[in-house]
């Protein structure tokens, strides 16, 4: 079986259909038994405006899809979803709407040591699962122990949080609006072909086998 070279993925950890794309990825190589991609976690922000600290979600709530009672019949599917994916959605213990970008400096300081899909993981299952506050770097950290996803994760976040790892957001962002990302996820082999949004296992083997075309 032969993989690709490379699998770039544009995703935010704030977005629940990445989190279920992220999720069918690690199952799809989970059980790959070619030469193991060398997969790239790349950020895209969807609220990019928001400020450090985000906004509460349930302003979100209200001004995005008028109510909870809304809210929760419009997020129904993401819910079945991850049922499948084998993912339990607590959207009721999520407290922040927040702006990703510190998150995202802290993956990309993980890339380093090889540990950003573990991060990525632990980001996903905190905001979506168990409440955490991604915008808070003591919140990460704890976060970040708790699941063993770094050796040393207060000094892997100070790092983040210090802009060590700006240019590296920015450059997954500028490279993100280079190639037209306006929705994620994204998944792209080789940087030839790719697919669109949370696509089941069976999808995302087809594409790292070369079997489905550019898109």
Known sequence: M??????????????????????????VLATWDGPAPEVHYRA?????????EGIPFEELVDTKFGGRDRFDAMTQAVRDAGDTAGIVFAMDRVTVSPNT????AVIAASREAGRDGAVVDALFSGYFCEGVDITDAASI?????SH????DPARLVDDAASGAWDAHVDADLAIGAEIGVRAVPIFIA???RGVVGAQPPEVLRQLMLGELGAG
């Not at 950290?141 to 122990?145: F, G, R, T």
């Not at 063993?148 to 050796?151: E, F, P, T």
């Open 2 to 27: 032969q993989s690709p070279a490379r699998m770039d993925v544009f995703s935010d950890v704030a977005c629940p259909w990445c989190f279920i794309g992220f999720r069918n990825l690690q199952r």
């Open 101 to 104: 970008r510190l998150a995202h």
């Open 44 to 52: 895209f922000q969807l609220s990019p405006e928001h400020p450090p």
């Open 148 to 151: 063993g996803a770094v050796n």
């Open 141 to 145: 950290a704890s976060l970040l122990e």
């Open 190 to 192: 080789d940087g030839a």
